[in-house]
């Protein structure tokens, strides 16, 4: 179960645990401070330079973490974009980026990249998508991937036109709709 705010107390420890452990540690650990939420933000520092840890297992755990504390500063939303890019950990870096919703919004040029890279496994490309929901409600350049992804020609996978399908209907919520979109 999730820690919540009132481990507030123990996040200095949890902060030295994750400074100086073994990976295993680390992992537990950072992921700990992300169930505490917006109380850990001390830990922010720390876990933005395990986004660039050697053992991806920790570069997981920092992502994972960084999204539960909910810090949308520059640092952590360059990080977790450059986590994007790294393979092991691309799904826990969009859904990160999902959980800072708009404030990560500088993250959708390469959210759009990796939702519609059709050689990405789906998962990937499904996190993305998600995350684009959440990241760009109202952008051109987010609407135009979905659609694309949607009415598209290319070899787009059923459960990745599926997710961009939901997303689009998630970005168009309160406005006319999706349908005329798809037309």
């Known amino acids: 179960g999730a ?11 949890l902060i030295a645990h994750v400074e ?12 700990a401070l992300g169930e505490i939420g917006r109380e850990a933000r001390a830990a922010v520092p720390v876990l933005v ?33 450059e986590r994007l890019k790294d393979f092991p950990v691309r799904e826990e870096a969009a859904e990160a980026l999902r959980q800072l919703g708009p404030a990560a919004k500088t993250a959708l040029l390469s959210l759009i990249a990796l939702g519609t890279d059709t050689k990405a496994p789906p998962g990937h490309q499904d996190a993305a998508l998600r995350a684009l929901g959440a990241v760009g409600t109202a952008d051109d350049n987010v609407l135009g991937a979905l659609i694309g992804l949607v009415r598209g020609r290319q070899a787009v996978r059923l459960l990745v036109r599926a997710e961009a399908l939901t997303t689009l209907a998630e970005v168009r919520e309160g406005s006319r709709g999706v349908l005329p979109l798809l037309v």
């Open 3 to 13: 820690l919540g705010p009132d481990a507030a107390a123990a996040v200095p420890a």
């Open 49 to 81: 330079k395990k986004l660039r840890a050697e053992v991806y297992t920790e570069r997981e755990a920092a992502a994972v973490a960084l999204g539960g504390i909910g810090c949308a500063s520059e640092e952590v939303v360059r990080g977790l974009i």
């Open 20 to 31: 100086v452990s073994d990976w295993e540690t680390v992992c537990h650990t950072a992921r």
